[in-house]
């Protein structure tokens, strides 16, 4: 549920988004850093790496890898060891990476890895869209998606606490739109070094790679015990449904900041129509919300921060008794004609007493500004359902038939 | 030398295992204060069947391409964490170090990571079932390279690895061989003193890939070097410091060759005894360059 927050204008800083991630990361004082560079991550490494050049990064080794695909493998060596480990990418980089990211998650290594989502080849495109991340969304890897800089610089000191939870012990990608947030000026609190050290515990694990108590780790496991390792892992997901709770509440009891734990709210209280969306056009949803509210317009925002684990209960409980729910998605899954948000929230409302019709809309893709008018025109669409039903299930938006 | 195997017995090699010999080596030279990293691969599969283990010594095995790069991370956060004095050690086979995994251990090499891989060149992909790797020699007879009507077996010469590590400024790379152990655990003892990035090639004739008898692997490793064809030397800093002579040894490479399933076709198929003639050449080449 949406809790208010009050920005300390003092604290204050106009920086870019990269820079508030790096610092972010700094804060979270990780021990092993290792990242190869890719548009449009690159700013989030460059000053990850002035700041190990200036010293200010103590006890940490950064490794200048030679691919992602290395990147994410010298992390599954260093957290094993029990270093905090940290990377970032985005789109060919984690697709590349995606053999590791089932590994990492199989082996219980919480790390932590910023995604500046960006679209996938071909044709190669560096601008965003969702396609890199909802792409790796069966690999064990909680994914969370940022609204704005200063979330994203929050949820990283969040994610490593999510993720490095005994409970939990699942790796953490936090999602931010390339160079929507990536590479934006905007005014924010920068994380406080004093609070995240009272916040996030320094990294212990139960179980490492040490001489003194030698353990095999990635054994492998035939088919009498593989099943049972697949189960772990997904009780471990359902497990950080209430951590991903839990921590933003704690957060924001210490940092007084709150955008929503697995998803958060605006205007739904008396909604008829909900928008469901992720990541940074957030922003442009509520200003075109609280436009139509003021031609008494019920529309309201079911921001989805969390797509993995997918929050369906806390869905549920906000879509229940609308009237009708439209969800935008910068993905498509090829051969469905929908994205993914769009078809997961369709799936968990069959087999329940919920009865609301669901349309979905793929957007945005390769960096296609997404106006104020094309949302306006979708909640126009989505009251016409509410009139006379669904038409058009998914469809493209902005479509130039022209081209095609 | 310590006189228990820190690779424990029970494990689910064949009987006259190359890996499980090289592994005993490898720690026997290491000491049990070291992380072993193994990419995937028999030694893998044989050594860690859940929730059974045999290595006494903590290990990690992440996948087939990246022991390089697992090996990286585990020698930064040791560095990070402040844990001075452990060791870190790759062990892989052929597929994994000189095809799949050579970009990963290409950049580990170049960034200079404190460690020692070993390479358990056994000439093939033996996991999969005897599939032609670039460390199948010329002329050997594979799944994937099977002697013909119209073929030889494998028709490239094996790729030169060692030559590849030295290439990048490794301190120390040493070829090795099953029936030297004792100069394979001073080899590797040598190499995890050594700062920086270190590499061991160990010739690792497989019972089952190559077709001999279980009890011969060792006396197929010695005729190797005893040909010429597998010669044992050490590279410091560039440069050769030291070569194993065969002197009056030596054999010609017929020795070596018949005495392998993998290589029968050379001594029944028309045309053989000009393919065993260019394995000569390659023998004879090696004995003149390194001075054997």
Redesign the interface.
Known sequence: MARETKMDKQKMVVVEGSYAVANAVRVCKP??I?AYPITPQTHIVEELSKFMADGEIP???Y?????E???L???????????R?YSATTSQGLELMH??LF?VAG?RLPIVMTVANRAVSAPINIWNDHQDSISQRDTGWIQLYAENIQEVSDMTAQAFKISEDRDVMMPCMTCMDGFILSHVYEPLVLLEQEITDEFLPPFRPERI???K??????????PN?YTEFRYQQERAMQNALKKIEDTANEFYDMYGRHFGGLIDEYRTEDADIIIMAMGSIIGTIKDVIDRLRERNVKVGLLKVRAFRPFPAEAIMNVIRDVKVVVVLDKNISLGMNAGALFIETKSVLYNTDIDVPVIGYMMGQGGRDVPMSTIEKIISDAEEVMRSGIKIESQFTDLKEELV | MKSISLLAPGHRGCAGCCDAMAAKFTLMGAGEDCIVVSPTGCLEVMTTPYPETSWDVPWIHSLFENAGAVASGIEAALKALGKQGTKVIAMGGDGATMDIGLQALSGAFERGHNFTYVCIDNEAYMNTGVQRSAGTPYGASTTTSPAGKVSFGNPRLKKNMPAIMVAHGSPYVATTSLAYPKDMIAKVKKATEIEGPTYIHCHAPCTTGWGFDTSKTVEVARMAVQTGLWPLYEVEDGKVTKVRKIGANKKPVEEYLKMQRRFKHLFTMEGGADEIAKIQAMADKNIEEFGL
């Open positions: 021990n092993v290792s006890n940490c080794e490794i200048n890898v030679e691919s695909f290395s990147a493998s010298a992390l599954v060596g260093s957290s094993a060891v029990g270093a480990s053999e590791v590994n082996m790679l040490d001489s108590n030698p353990l095999t780790f990635g054994a492998f496991a035939d015990i």
